[in-house]
Nanobody
Framework: EVQLVESGGGQVMAGGSLRLSCVAS???????????RAWFRQAPGKEREGVAS???????IYADSVKGRFTASSDSGNRTLYLEMNNMEPGDSAIYYC???????????????????WGQGTQVTVSS
């Protein structure tokens, strides 16, 4: 069974930075890097939205709202997904979720229906 555990959330002032981590378990050796991994977020009263994703090609894709400010990366050996968030804005406040699947994925996906496995979420709050 795949399990995902996020860490690194917290509260920052606008313009500040946070780094999220997500450790995956339940994948066989060498398997993790072939699948879609992603970060989603959900603010109160809003739908869950994709933020960043990495697939087998290792090249992240991003939502337009975070391009140039957020950087996703993956350490396949440690089965860990990261999200470096810089120049944060109050609109970035949300619960951030790590997610993954078990289907070969070349270039990442920000489509929520691609993801059956989810972490418990970590709260990120940006104050103005």
């Amino acid at each position: 069974e795949v399990q995902l555990v996020e860490s690194g959330g917290g509260q920052v002032m606008a313009g500040g930075s946070l780094r999220l981590s997500c450790v995956a378990s339940g994948y066989a050796d060498g398997e993790y890097s072939d699948y879609c991994r992603a970060w989603f977020r959900q603010a109160p009263g809003k739908e869950r939205e994709g933020v960043a994703s990495i697939g087998a090609n290792g090249l992240p894709i991003y939502a337009d709202s975070v391009k140039g400010r957020f950087t996703a990366s993956s350490d396949s050996g440690n089965r860990t997904l990261y999200l470096e968030m810089n120049n944060m804005e109050p609109g970035d406040s949300a619960i951030y979720y790590c997610t993954a699947n078990r289907l070969y994925c070349h270039g990442g996906s920000l489509w929520i229906r691609d993801y059956p496995f989810w972490g418990q979420g970590t709260q990120v709050t940006v104050s103005s």
